[in-house]
């Protein structure tokens, strides 16, 4: 029989899958969703009309599993992105472990567990964490596709799954049996496994606030940004008030929910859930032995110098950045009003700061609280040589509008210009993560990390730049490249780029 795998049967398809397992798929990939609806024809022996409406209508119970085994990635590997797992431990779990309704337990989901891994990574780090873990520790681990639970049941790994496994914990926790290792029991005793779809709005599943942590890395960049707004919504009602929820390093919540409050530790990011409190950028101190971010070496007049001054002589430095910066994420009010702007920039390109601070200081008072107006005055002060009341002018901008990349950075510059590299640095990497393709934040950051000696960190960051800046769409570059088009930019990027050893 033929198994009517057109191309209007693949795109009615893709929609179901998006129904019924939450992910999205571009029109790159029609050709690999032809060949998997191929093959479910073939084994289920249906007509694709047939098939496509009982998928569509949940007539196939079984279906959504099969196709998860199909069309998911399951391969991660232990303690993947560690810097999480020792936030968990030094910041996440002692203050839940507190939490007064808790009486000293922890109630951990791993969602989108995959083969393992990742639950049993957790489990190994409070297992060593606190004592006498059993009784006081619960991890939930949930996954779709039955054939990666069925690997994590079984908890034999390959050496390449523990790749960025510290030795002594390879050592203490896993013993060899042929090519394989062996989780040792107590780490397994910790994980219990289900099978449920992330997708669905499972009663069993999303008990109000029944976890205090939700790990769900590298899912919802693969979800439709309906169904990802529908999971997180379900993250915010199964947490406790004050959980934490951690993501992906390429996964934001911005555009998708306002339920939580980003925070920042052991250069990494995760997230509390609010309780009736103002969407802020909540930054922990670092413990005694955390890695402190690369101080500045002297100026060395070098292109890759003193940012403020590489951006100051060119003639619409600030007006290519403030005049479309991404105003807020989600938790920001509505602009107060459409103010004119334009004669206020125009004095910022002339370097008449002076005269542009005292024409946006003669706005309508109701202009106070837009984050537009905020931005310029921000800007001009720090182009105007006042990084103290430009920083202040920034914070007062992120009580608005709290996830704001461009305002952050706006404050690494500030930062840079009182000699606060470190902090400076902190500032590009919350704008890096509030926006992944902020090329800006990721070129600067490139250049503190330089400057500090770092070769290899500043390759990195200058390489990713880079590639930024080389597919950037132009009317973004002209917002946020300081005055430099794409030519002057890259050619900056890739001579730093250079010097630290790398290729462009």
């Known amino acids: 029989m033929s198994v009517g795998a057109g191309q209007g049967n693949v795109r009615c398809f893709r929609t179901a899958i998006a129904q019924r397992l939450g992910l999205q798929f571009d029109d790159a990939r029609i050709g690999f969703l032809g060949t998997v609806l191929q093959r479910r024809l073939a084994r289920l022996d249906m007509p694709a009309p047939h098939y496509l409406c009982a998928l569509t209508a949940g007539m196939l119970p079984a279906e959504?599993?099969?196709?998860?085994?199909?069309?998911?990635?399951?391969?991660?590997?232990?303690?993947?992105?560690?810097?999480?797992?020792?936030?968990?431990?030094?910041?996440?779990?002692?203050?839940?472990?507190?939490?007064?309704a808790n009486n000293n337990r922890?109630?951990?989901?791993?969602?989108?567990?995959?083969?393992?891994?990742?639950?049993?990574?957790?489990?190994?780090?409070?297992?060593?964490?606190?004592?006498?873990?059993?009784?006081?520790?619960?991890?939930?681990?949930?996954?779709?596709?039955?054939?990666?639970?069925?690997r994590a049941a079984r908890a034999r790994y390959s050496p390449w799954a523990l790749r960025e496994t510290p030795a002594d914990i390879r050592r203490r926790w896993f013993r060899p049996s042929g090519r394989e290792l062996i989780l040792a029991e107590p780490a397994r005793a910790l994980v219990h496994f289900e099978n449920r779809n992330l997708a669905r709005d499972d009663a069993a599943l999303w008990q109000p606030q029944s976890f205090d942590v939700v790990f769900c890395r590298n899912v919802i960049m693969y979800f439709t940004p309906d169904q990802a707004r529908a999971l997180l919504a379900r993250f915010a009602r199964s947490l406790r008030p004050g959980g934490y929820l951690f993501l992906g390093y390429a996964e934001t919540?911005?555009?998708?929910?306002?339920?939580?409050?980003?925070?920042?530790?052991?250069?990494?990011?995760?997230?509390?859930?609010?309780?009736?409190?103002?969407?802020?950028?909540?930054?922990?101190?670092?413990?005694?032995?955390?890695?402190?971010?690369?101080?500045?070496?002297?100026?060395?007049?070098?292109?890759?110098?003193?940012?403020?001054?590489?951006?100051?002589?060119?003639?619409?430095?600030?007006?290519?950045?403030?005049?479309?910066?991404?105003?807020?994420g989600p938790s920001a009010p509505p602009a107060t009003g459409h103010w004119d702007l334009a004669a206020a920039l125009d004095l910022l390109r002339g370097e008449r700061f002076s005269d542009a601070l005292a024409l946006v200081s003669r706005l309508p008072p109701a202009s106070a609280n837009d984050p537009d107006v905020l931005l310029l005055t921000a800007t001009i002060l720090a182009h105007g040589g006042q990084p103290v009341a430009a920083e202040e002018t920034c914070r007062r901008l992120l009580s608005i509008a709290g996830l704001n990349a461009g305002a952050h950075y706006v404050l690494a510059l500030c930062r840079e210009a009182v000699g606060e590299a470190a902090s400076a640095a902190e500032h590009d990497r919350?704008?890096?993560?509030?926006?992944?393709?902020?090329?800006?934040?990721?070129?600067?950051?490139?250049?503190?990390?330089?400057?500090?000696?770092?070769?290899?960190?500043?390759?990195?960051?200058?390489?990713?730049?880079?590639?930024?800046?080389?597919?950037?769409?132009?009317?973004?570059?002209?917002?946020?490249?300081?005055?430099?088009?794409?030519?002057?930019?890259?050619?900056?990027c890739a001579a730093a780029l250079r010097d630290s050893g790398g290729n462009q």
């Not at 599993?65 to 303690?79: I, W």
């Not at 989108?112 to 619960?138: K, M, Q, T, W």
């Not at 597919?471 to 002057?488: A, C, I, N, Y």
Request: with cysteine; hydrophobic share 45%; proline share 7%.
């Open 64 to 100: 959504p599993a099969a196709l998860a085994e199909e069309l998911t990635v399951s391969e991660t590997y232990f303690f993947r992105n560690s810097e999480q797992f020792r936030a968990l431990v030094d910041i996440v779990a002692p203050a839940r472990m507190r939490a007064a």
């Open 106 to 150: 922890l109630t951990v989901l791993s969602a989108g567990c995959a083969s393992g891994e990742e639950a049993y990574s957790l489990a190994i780090a409070l297992h060593d964490a606190f004592p006498d873990p059993n009784g006081r520790v619960e991890i939930r681990a949930v996954d779709l596709n039955p054939a990666a639970l069925a």
């Open 253 to 328: 919540l911005r555009g998708l929910s306002d339920d939580f409050e980003l925070q920042q530790s052991h250069e990494t990011f995760y997230y509390r859930r609010k309780d009736d409190a103002p969407a802020a950028i909540s930054l922990h101190r670092e413990p005694p032995n955390a890695v402190a971010p690369p101080a500045a070496a002297p100026h060395s007049g070098r292109p890759d110098g003193d940012w403020m001054e590489t951006i100051r002589g060119a003639s619409d430095r600030v007006a290519a950045l403030v005049a479309a910066m991404p105003v807020a």
């Open 430 to 492: 919350i704008a890096i993560y509030l926006d992944g393709s902020f090329a800006m934040p990721r070129l600067h950051l490139g250049l503190l990390i330089r400057r500090s000696g770092d070769r290899d960190a500043a390759r990195r960051e200058l390489g990713q730049a880079l590639v930024l800046l080389r597919r950037e769409d132009p009317q973004r570059l002209s917002m946020f490249g300081g005055g430099f088009g794409r030519t002057g930019l890259i050619s900056l």
